[in-house]
């Protein structure tokens, strides 16, 4: 290891220096505090050996001098050589930056014990600091990974440029702020043939990764796009050639086919509802989800609950369901408790009512604009674009 001698005595230089060396160190002598922070500032020296009383920048001055200088680059551990014996003065050279001190007259032996120590020291420090750095590149490849899931998972979020039905007067916009990188909620629009639009929303139980799995799961199962057979909707023999189910027996089946009994918290809620484009006639059934909210013509709310437990927690639940007209001009809103639940700095929640309000003060706005308009309150009332729980709204409008 290469040791910086600190001391304008030339006598205690040549003998440190021969100590040192016989140690299997090697040598660098500076005459004074000054000379020694100008080589430590072009070299990798990491351990010093310093005399107290220096001229031009004393063993204190230099110790507090290299804390300030290497404090982000490198650490350097200082022993100070010192004939003063007060507690008082130790005390002064801990606080300044020194890591151990040698009395003068020294013992060559205690110096050595000293040296070594302050090598373990630093190479404690070098493994962790190698340590560190693995931690940090495993850290970047995994946000990395997280990141592309996270592009993966909003792939399977509906595309608002794609608007299946808008040529029948219908069109859709979310929200969607995941906590973290990964969220437990998603929703969907989707054609179920040439007249009926299919949409949901989910809330899985908890967070992150496990959650956002399940997410991706489910838009696989409840895929009903393309002429695709699945939960949704069966091709049958016979005119019209598909069986588009009924909401509330979606979830049944769905629900039967999400039981756990190993993992009591693996459930979601979830609310499933068709449209008659034709007609505006729409089937909705909940499972444990917020109540959706119908904005009417007017400026006036209707909100539907159509009740039922969360999907997978019992098994053979059935479900209720609730019919309405969505008329020229209105507007469905769904969402998750991520809305009215977020919590402001004093741990207030947004509330329902407030969600209510919002809305209403908004509806006269485009859908684009509505949605960025809740966007901004929940930010605003959280002081911040960070949420506890992830933030999810979707709105469907006839126009």
């Known amino acids: 290891m ?10 205690m230089q040549l003998l440190l220096r021969q100590f040192v060396r016989k140690w299997g160190h090697e040598v660098v002598i500076a005459e ?17 050996i310093s005399d107290w009383a220096m001229p031009n920048m004393t063993g204190i001055e230099l110790c507090r001098a290299v804390r300030e200088r290497f404090a982000n680059e490198r650490y350097i551990y200082i022993i100070l050589l010192t ?29 050595r014990v000293r040296l070594r120590a302050g090598e373990r020291t630093l190479q404690m420090q070098q493994t962790l600091a190698e340590q560190n ?22 792939s399977l979020l509906p595309n608002p440029e794609k608007q299946p039905f808008l040529d029948a007067g219908y069109r859709f916009d979310w929200l969607y702020v995941p906590a973290a990188y990964l969220g437990g909620d998603t929703c969907n629009f989707l054609r179920l043939d040439a007249k009926h639009i299919g949409f949901y929303m989910v ?28 939960l949704l909707k069966d091709d049958i023999s016979y005119a019209p050639h598909c069986y588009i189910r009924p909401p509330s027996e979606a979830l049944y089946e769905l629900n039967n086919a999400s039981q756990n009994e190993f993992d009591a918290m693996h459930y979601f809620t979830m609310i ?28 006036t709310m209707e909100t539907i609950d159509a009740g039922g437990v969360p999907i997978g927690m019992l098994e053979g639940m059935m479900y209720d369901e609730s019919e309405f007209t969505l008329e020229t001009a209105e507007r469905l809103v769904l969402y998750t408790d991520g809305i009215i639940e977020c919590e402001n700095a ?9 969600l209510q309000t919002l809305l209403q003060e908004n509806v006269a706005k485009p859908l684009q604009d509505l949605i960025q308009a809740v966007h901004t309150a929940l930010v605003e009332w959280r002081g911040s674009a960070v949420f506890d729980d992830d933030v999810s709204l979707l709105v469907i409008e006839r126009f």
């Not at 004093?346 to 407030?354: C, M, N, P, S, Y």
Request: net charge negative; aromatic share 4%.
């Open 2 to 11: 290469k040791i910086l001698i600190a001391d304008d005595s030339e006598d």
């Open 32 to 48: 004074d505090g000054e000379k020694a922070l100008q080589i430590l500032e072009t070299s990798d020296i990491q351990l010093v």
């Open 83 to 111: 004939a003063r014996q007060d507690q008082e003065d130790l005390v002064t050279g801990m606080e300044a930056g020194a890591d151990d001190f040698v009395r003068k007259p020294f013992n060559k032996d205690e110096l």
């Open 133 to 154: 750095k693995r931690l940090e590149a495993a850290q970047d490849e995994l946000r990395k990974d997280l990141e592309a899931a996270s592009a993966v998972q909003r």
């Open 203 to 230: 809330d899985v139980a908890g967070h992150g990764i496990p959650s956002a799995l399940k997410t991706v799961m489910l838009s696989q199962t409840l895929s009903a796009a393309n002429g695709q057979a699945g």
């Open 272 to 299: 499933y509802g068709v449209i008659d484009v034709s007609t505006g006639r729409t089937t909705l059934s909940q499972a444990g989800h917020p109540a959706a909210i119908v904005l009417r013509r007017g400026g």
């Open 346 to 354: 004093d741990g207030a929640q947004f509330t329902f009512e407030r």
